[in-house]
């Protein structure tokens, strides 16, 4: 799917607060966009390659004078941190790690939740008015998408409840089965 930074805002649906948005993740102009990494930071596939590639190397650079730094040990799953977005139409890169689905007796539930409440706060921190979400953890991780989407807008919509920043949250979705499984959520 190619959309230009600007056309995604007339496709988008409006929920409240909430925006949803079936495309590329990397294409949005939200003041953050949240990567789904891993503990190294230092790149990988699915989305975190995505970013990295359409985002260029300021990212990686950014990322390792973080693990140079007090992430020496990498970013443990649920913890969240930011950087710069390099070229991406973002200004900011959220960088989360979601938990390896490993049948849900391993906290994953816990540990997806506060990936979502860790990238919300970081937001709220730095006062951005909005902030895109993708599936975290629902591609390589092996995560079942129904019970992540519950989680996820779960999160968000009490986040959002509780805090004037961000403003808005968008959940970005690539694939036809997440588009339909985030609007059953979202109508409820
Ligand atoms: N825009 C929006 N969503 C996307 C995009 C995109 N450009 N690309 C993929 N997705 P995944 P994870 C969706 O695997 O499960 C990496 O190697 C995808 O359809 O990217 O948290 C990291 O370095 C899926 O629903 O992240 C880690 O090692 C969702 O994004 C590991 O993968 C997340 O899929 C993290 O695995």
């Not at 990567?35 to 995505?50: E, F, M, R």
């Not at 959220?94 to 994953?108: A, F, L, M, R, S």
């Not at 959002?160 to 808005?168: E, I, R, V, W």
């Not at 339909?180 to 409820?188: G, I, R, T, V």
Request: proline fraction near 5%.
């Amino acid at each position: 799917m190619t959309a230009s930074p600007t056309d995604w805002h007339s496709q988008a649906q409006n929920f409240g607060r909430i925006r949803f948005y079936q495309g590329d993740i990397t294409k949005i102009d939200t003041p953050a966009i949240v990567n789904a990494a891993n503990s190294s930071l230092l790149g990988g596939g699915g989305v975190d390659g995505a970013i990295h590639r359409a985002g260029g190397p300021e990212i990686l650079e950014a990322c390792r004078r973080l693990r140079a730094g007090h992430l020496g040990k990498g970013l443990a799953p649920g913890q969240a941190v930011m950087t710069t977005a390099g070229r991406l139409p973002a200004a900011h890169v959220i960088h989360t790690v979601g938990p390896v689905w490993n049948g849900g007796q391993k906290d994953e539930a816990e540990k997806l939740a506060s990936c979502y409440r860790n990238s919300l706060r970081l937001a709220a921190e730095n006062q951005l008015d909005s902030v895109a979400f993708p599936g975290i953890s629902t591609g390589i991780y092996g995560y079942p998408k129904a019970e992540a989407t519950a989680i996820a807008v779960r999160e968000v919509r009490q986040f959002l409840a509780q805090h004037d920043f961000p403003n808005t949250a968008v959940f970005v979705v690539f694939d036809d089965q997440s588009r339909q499984l985030y609007e059953q959520e979202l109508s409820k």
